[in-house]
């Protein structure tokens, strides 16, 4: 079975620029999760889906935004791009979210020049 | 407010010798906590979760303990091997939070041949 696939792997952008990155979860899993990850640090929570409507939201500025569509995939929508918005972007799926195993994408490098 | 802590940050051992990561977190009211192994620019692996009713959990030469009441949890790594190098994360999903993640740092682990 196809694992968590995201899109695009990498990315580069200028500052002020939009952009959106995809999310397919595994086969099944009605739950996705968006993460932003800056090098050496721990992931950082963005965004919860599950059945089509927003279960969570971190601490992230409204330049940030997601959804969820009928077939579970998701995009993440970055508006006003700033540089320290550089980082690697994980999407994680799970069957409900709550209590469960967390699967993770290969993730999508965002470059910010 | 949860907040999770990993130390070493970093840790160097030759090949063969056994080793403890250690993870510790401030509240103890969690569903589970989750191992993740993470390669250099690349997504992160699960390796273990430990329910909050559990104890331990194995995996081949992994071995993962959850003490709730203590805020403490391990990850042993028996024989270990140059393949073992990686960053190990550990991630706590607290109650009332949906599937939120809350991850520690990471220990960046190198195994010397």
């Known amino acids: 079975d196809a694992g968590v696939t995201q899109s695009p792997t990498h990315l580069i952008k200028t500052r002020g620029q939009q952009v959106t990155l995809r999310c397919s979860p595994i086969s099944g899993h009605k739950s996705v999760s968006w993460y932003q990850q800056v090098l050496g640090q721990g992931p950082q929570f963005i965004f919860q889906y599950y059945e089509k409507e927003e279960r969570g939201r971190g601490n992230f500025p409204d330049r940030f935004s997601a959804r969820q569509f009928p077939n579970y995939s998701s995009e993440l929508n970055v508006n006003a791009l700033l540089l320290g918005d550089s980082a690697l972007y994980l999407c994680?799926?799970?069957?409900?979210?709550?209590?469960?195993?967390?699967?993770f994408g290969d993730g999508t490098r965002l470059s910010i020049l | 407010k949860q907040e999770v802590t990993q130390i070493p940050a970093a840790l160097s051992v030759p090949e063969g010798e056994n080793l403890v990561l250690n993870c510790s977190f401030t509240d103890s009211a969690i569903y589970n906590l989750q191992w993740f192994r993470q390669d250099p620019g690349k997504g992160l692996t699960s390796l273990l979760l430990?329910?909050?009713?559990?104890r331990e959990q194995t995996s081949g030469r992994l071995n993962a303990s959850l003490d709730k009441s203590s805020g403490r949890s391990t990850l042993y790594i028996a024989a270990s091997q140059p393949g073992d190098s990686a960053t190990y994360l550990c991630a706590v999903n607290p109650y009332n939070q949906g599937g939120k993640l809350i991850f520690g740092q990471g220990t960046e682990l190198s195994v010397k041949p």
């Open positions: 430990i329910q909050s009713s559990q």
């Open positions: 994680a799926s799970s069957p409900r979210g709550l209590g469960q195993p967390q699967h």
